[in-house]
């Protein structure tokens, strides 16, 4: 996935949130082309510039972990498709805690990573397979940088 396709999925998303979040929300057609007018965040200090480049790592990791080859056993395919998935928006969760200052984001984020375990592990438990050893949770403070 390129740069700009990345900002302009996380911009959607944004979105979403900020509707939620019940702030102001700007209209945009879907049809606009890349440049400064657009309403997808532009990284705009070296912060920023870190966290969309973690972001977009994390992307290109669960797109690729995605694409698995189909072996005829739904279930284990939809399970072997789905684990990356959540991975995925476990890693930009855990990213966003380590950048974000939204204190219901962050919260939001948290949650984020624990139902996303835990809906790994159901799936796994459904299939007959082994839980992962523990290890400390991502969000804990030793885990994250300092903001």
Do not use: C, K
């Amino acid at each position: 996935m390129n740069s700009w396709a990345f900002r302009r999925r996380l911009g959607a998303g944004l979105v979403v949130l900020a509707g939620l979040a019940g702030a102001p929300v700007l209209a945009h057609d879907g049809h606009h082309q890349p440049g400064p007018s657009a309403a997808v965040p532009v990284p705009g200090s070296a912060a920023d510039g870190s966290f969309f480049t973690e972001n977009e790592a994390a992307m290109t990791r669960m797109m690729e972990a995605m694409a698995v080859p189909a072996t005829g056993d739904i279930d284990r395919d939809f399970v072997a498709m789905m684990t990356p998935h959540h991975q995925g928006a476990m890693d930009m969760a855990v990213n966003y805690l380590r950048h974000g200052r939204n204190e219901q984001l962050r919260r939001l984020a948290q949650e984020i990573v624990v139902t996303q375990q835990q809906e790994i592990a159901a799936m796994r438990l459904a299939l007959g397979e082994a839980l992962p050893p523990s290890v400390p949770a991502p969000t804990q403070a030793n885990s994250l940088s300092t903001r």
